[in-house]
């Protein structure tokens, strides 16, 4: 059974940083895309950033220079490293993983929740 834990959120001051992981267990993890997502209050989720299972990557436009995502075939976890946290990136933030294979399969986390404030 398909299983994704984040940990790592927090609280945190504007400027500073967190990274979070997303460690999997019942999938083939070198072989999904790995995203994370995030939602805010009152808000839709929003994609963050992604990482294929070639490695490349890619990140919404307000994250870019200030987030990194990677990846750990090996331990089979995604990482989100996030520096000069704003508070708009207050959120609660998912990690998904996707696999197109003649069918889409695609697992969630339970979400960690990260807050930037003062």
């Known amino acids: 059974q398909a299983r994704l834990a984040e940990s790592g959120g927090g609280l945190v001051q504007p400027g500073g940083s967190l990274t979070l992981a997303c460690v999997t267990s019942?999938?083939?993890?070198?072989?999904?895309?790995m995203s994370w997502y995030r939602q805010a209050p009152g808000k839709g989720r929003e994609l963050v950033a992604t990482i294929a299972e070639g490695g490349a990557t890619r990140y919404a436009e307000s994250v870019k220079g200030r987030f990194t995502i990677s990846r750990n075939n090996q331990n089979k976890t995604s990482y989100l490293e996030m520096k000069s946290l704003k508070p708009e990136d207050t959120a609660v933030y998912y990690c998904?993983?996707?696999?197109?294979?003649?069918?889409?399969?695609?697992?969630w986390g339970q979400g960690t929740q990260v807050t930037v404030s003062s």
């Open positions: 998904n993983a996707v696999l197109i294979v003649g069918r889409t399969y695609t697992y």
């Open positions: 019942g999938i083939t993890f070198n072989m999904y895309d």
